[in-house]
């Protein structure tokens, strides 16, 4: 499948892993049993996408409102990752091209995660191949609000008029800074909505919603939200 490069015009894709609850309570198990199903579809993604060509992918992993589960589950995601990571030291060679990201507070982990997410960023940087953002503690209402924080900053410092503030700006202050906005989102589960993911970057994405649960989502399910986004006609606004 060599869509992207055969002009599809597609860099970026923007995934919500959602269902992981849902496939564990059909099979009677544990929420957190979901979850580790779901981390094993996001190593197959994050390869299949790779192989593709694809330049960026945008996984949410963790919202800033998932604090409110229960702490065990909170607690089981937190370990996936962590497991996520070690594992990406563990395998690290030159054939590894993919450069791993954080996206959102990452402030709010523990000491443990927050060292490894600095450690795997900063060890992945020079890579040249598919960059990874995982969204974690992220919110997109967030993302804003930080971005206006900073631009005020800079305003009240004098460094900036408000008037020259323009969307290139606030772009260049949400974590995405320098990356192309999402071509497409794809979200598995049945669920049709944003739930907070990309706002800003999602204003002219295409969306595909799914009727797969996230751990049964195959590299055949991508494929089939890459066919119907290529029969999709992006107008941007205009006729
Ligand atoms: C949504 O499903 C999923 C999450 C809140 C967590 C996603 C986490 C992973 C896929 C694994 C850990 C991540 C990494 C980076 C290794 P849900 O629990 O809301 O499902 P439901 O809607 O069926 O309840």
Redesign the pocket.
Known sequence: MDNMRAGLGLQHIGI??????????KRGLP?KY??????K???RIVEYCDKLGLRYLT?????TE?WK?PED?VNS?MQ??E??IDEAFERQDENDTVRTRFIGDVSALSETLKEKIARIEQMSQGRTGMTVN?A?NYGGRDELVRAARQLAIQAQQGKLDPQQINEQMLSDHLYTSGQPDPDLIIRP?G?ERLSNFLIWQAAYSEFVFMDV???DFTPAHLDQALEIFSRRNRRYGQV
């Open positions: 919500i892993m959602d269902g992981n609850g849902r496939w564990a309570k929420r979901g979850h580790r199903e779901g981390a579809t996001f190593r996984v949410y992993a963790f919202s998932n589960r589950e995601i996936l990752l497991q996520y995982v974690f589960s669920e649960l996230w751990p």
